[in-house]
DNA sequence: CGGCACCGTTCCGCGATGTGGAACAGGTGA
DNA sequence: TCACCTGTTCCACATCGCGGAACGGTGCCG
């Protein structure tokens, strides 16, 4: 495997503050390399934000850009760890794909989903991101924002993916108030052709919207004929147990 | 300030992945860079564990490696984030130097403090590890321990930082016990002549002691005639006070 | 107060390293 | 079957990173 020997030396010298401040001499020594090559190192890395430098000017240490490159793997995966459970129980259920997703945006973003038993079932949406008027998870986002917010969405351009995608400012006005009404919202083929989904939003403790869990499949057997409420109940009772284990 | 264009790139690089996962393709447009260069920048990176390649070997995302490196800033920031105006009312209170730590094998770690007001006042220990038999913060952490781990430290080597540093196992356990009785820990001198403390410990939802409070200050006034009781309740007080903080 | 030790920083000649264009193998979809 | 796109690998080349040396600053000690 290609190796680059400055990464490496980068990532000796990190390893060196993963226990706590040191001078450029110490770091030099922890990591075996030259105080030069240690210097230049360690102002490389604290021109990217991994490294800063302590109390003025004597000692280094870890910086926050490590966290902010990985927060959002840390926050996204543990959502996904706490919702992960129950998109498991709720693709049995519904012998569908089970997702989630968190507003990015004028987009939801999909973080993670559960395969659907059946060997026929859409593909994983799994880091994509798709504008919210156009799919389950956003409309249930849309219908939780303040009316200044989504105002603000519908004065944006509203992409037309099929010709069943609604894009009339009116016309998702109305279609959020029912989404409101029944806690959950169903999509058929407006993103895609061929595909079905229905999603309810996830509340934090404030109550603020976060997510939306969904299940979506294929359009020629999902939903099952009578089944559409029966599936928005499961979704939006999973997003309900999701959003209680947030809360707890 | 000198730079690195290895490790700018290298940065750049996990910069694309920070929204999720990519092929090299689509890493070198992002960052602006030849796909050959990116391919050995991913794979540089995957030898580090920065990266690591989804689903076999078709996309790269981001690897444990930047949360294993900045855990350690997190998690200690953290409790220190939750900590920290606690510890600024308890200087404020006691007219001392407070101050936060964790266990960390047969240390303590100090990992913040809040100065006295007063200019006269004991260094900043924060970094700084100290074995445990020797100061408050690490008496309180081993009167929580269960029987076999305390015996397997008191039978570790135990030493004698002053005159004053009690070492002998048995007068250890007699000490302990009667922290376990006050719920904090006085030492003066111990460590170092000129400097007495108090601790009390701070324990997690599930009971388990994960570290300690404390208020340090120049033996010559601290703590003041007949105060030693009152100091050790009000330390104890703010270390309930962030422990609850902590199961809420 | 002066000398000394040690620190972090900077410089620069040099050659080792990283570069990037090109080619290749494999997979996918029309 | 073919075109297109991907990820991977190669290699000539020149740029970049290296690291020893020197410098200025700071703190300590006699």
Do not use: C
Not at 137 to 166: I, Q, W
Not at 225 to 238: F, I, K, P, R, S
């Amino acid at each position: 495997m290609s190796r680059v020997q400055s990464i490496e030396r980068a990532f000796a010298v990190l390893t060196t503050l993963a226990d706590g401040p040191l001078g450029v001499t110490d770091v030099a020594e922890r990591a075996r390399l030259p105080k030069s090559t240690a210097a230049r190192l360690l102002a490389s890395l604290a021109r990217e934000g991994a490294v800063e430098q302590a109390d003025g000017r004597s000692e280094y240490r870890l910086g926050r850009r490590l966290l902010t490159l990985s927060s959002g793997i840390g926050a996204s995966r543990s959502l996904v760890a706490i919702a992960h459970p129950f998109l498991v129980e709720l693709a049995e259920q519904t012998g569908e794909a089970a997702g989630l997703s968190v507003l990015d945006g004028r987009t939801v973003h999909y973080i993670d989903q559960v395969d659907s038993p059946n060997p026929v079932q859409v593909r994983d949406w799994t880091g994509t991101r798709i504008s919210m008027h156009a799919v389950s998870s956003g409309l249930v986002v849309l219908a939780s924002l303040k009316p200044a917010a989504l105002e603000a969405y519908l004065a944006g351009p509203l992409e037309r993916f099929t010709e069943h995608t609604v894009v009339i400012p009116s016309q998702i006005r109305d279609r959020l108030w029912n989404v409101r009404r029944d806690g959950y919202a169903w999509v058929r083929e407006e993103f895609a052709l061929g595909i079905s989904s229905v999603a309810a939003p996830i509340a934090d403790a404030s109550g603020e919207v976060v997510g939306a869990v969904h299940v979506h499949g294929p359009s020629y057997r999902f939903p099952a004929a009578g089944q559409a409420d029966t599936l928005g109940e499961a979704v939006e009772a999973a997003a309900g147990r999701i959003g209680s284990r947030l809360r707890s």
